[in-house]
């Protein structure tokens, strides 16, 4: 006869820990990124004037995000394609995070940019064409204020683990990876979602990981179904493109969420989050007002 033995937990044996045991929370602005909640930047790819910036950062406050994103310098294929409003832009964005209060996740694409972004944004974010870009990523670890790296094009996951190093190295262990699609032979999409990595890089890191279902795809229809895709596999959170006009944005709109399309991807978000035991993550109030 066969005898089933109960034994009581060995006292000595090490705990087993999970993967969000063992995650970095990062501090971005009035917010946190960690695998504890879901976290939702969100605006649109290029600042184009104060009326759009306001709008789409009012609209998406208001559906859930707690992070604004824009571009203030755009690295584009094309050297005639809109490179975003640089330095003029400074005039009305911090009017703008003082009425939301929400945080700004802009890219920087030259060491140069940090003395006039350090005062004002809430996290730096390094483009997939500058995960290469070592002498940048040695900067930004001079720094304290957190980092969104996004995956290069064409990175293998180790390499994208090891450009963390060189921020890590410099003293700022605040990171947060980026999944954005990689390129690969199919060209029906704009870019290769792979998700794969983010669990990879979930179990090999301690950082969260968040993914960008807008340039992964690259059309409209389909973002929401990569998002939702990827809140249900764990990841901790997504960047995704807003627009109040994407027909006439410049840059980026055929991947743009119109304010209404976000609104019923936060909707359907919770019930992933919902479903898997997690919630969106919030901003702590402000004293900021209209």
């Known amino acids: 006869m066969n005898m089933v033995v109960n034994r009581e937990p060995d006292a000595s044996a090490p705990a087993r820990s999970s993967v969000s045991d063992n995650m970095k929370t990062v501090r971005v602005g009035n917010t946190t990124i960690s695998s504890k909640n879901f976290s939702v930047i969100a605006g649109p790819c290029s600042i184009e004037s104060e009326a759009q910036f306001l709008k789409t950062a009012l609209a998406v406050k208001a559906a859930?995000?707690?992070?604004?994103?824009?571009?203030?310098?755009k690295m584009r294929t094309s050297s005639k394609s809109f490179q975003g409003l640089g330095s003029e832009a400074f005039n009305f964005i911090p009017e703008v995070i003082r009425k939301t209060g929400l945080g700004l996740v802009t890219?920087?694409?030259?060491?140069?940019?940090?003395?006039?972004?350090?005062?004002?944004?809430?996290?730096?974010?390094?483009?997939?064409?500058?995960?290469?870009?070592?002498a940048l990523l040695k900067e930004l670890g001079k720094t304290q204020k957190p980092v969104l790296l996004k995956r290069g094009l064409s990175a293998l996951v180790d390499e994208w683990i090891k450009a963390t190093e060189y921020i890590s190295s410099g003293g700022n262990d605040n990171i947060v990876l980026c999944e954005r699609g990689i390129r690969t032979f199919e060209t029906s999409t704009r870019f290769t979602f792979d998700l794969n990595a983010v669990l990879v890089a979930k179990t090999r890191t301690p950082y969260p990981v968040i993914v960008d279902p807008s340039h992964a795809i690259g059309i409209r229809e389909h973002v929401p179904k990569l998002a939702l895709a990827a809140a249900a596999a764990g990841a901790d959170g997504m960047i995704v493109e807003v627009h109040p006009d994407p027909q006439n944005a410049l840059s980026d709109g055929m991947q743009a969420l119109t304010i209404e399309d976000f609104a019923n991807l936060m909707?359907?978000?919770?019930?992933?989050?919902?479903?898997?035991?997690?919630?969106?993550?919030v901003t702590e109030p402000t004293l900021s007002i209209l």
């Open 107 to 134: 890219e920087v694409t030259d060491p140069r940019q940090i003395e006039f972004l350090d005062g004002f944004i809430s996290m730096y974010q390094v483009g997939a064409r500058n995960m290469y870009n070592y």
């Open 64 to 73: 859930g995000a707690s992070l604004l994103r824009g571009g203030i310098w």
């Open 267 to 281: 909707i359907r978000i919770r019930k992933i989050l919902e479903a898997t035991d997690r919630s969106l993550s």
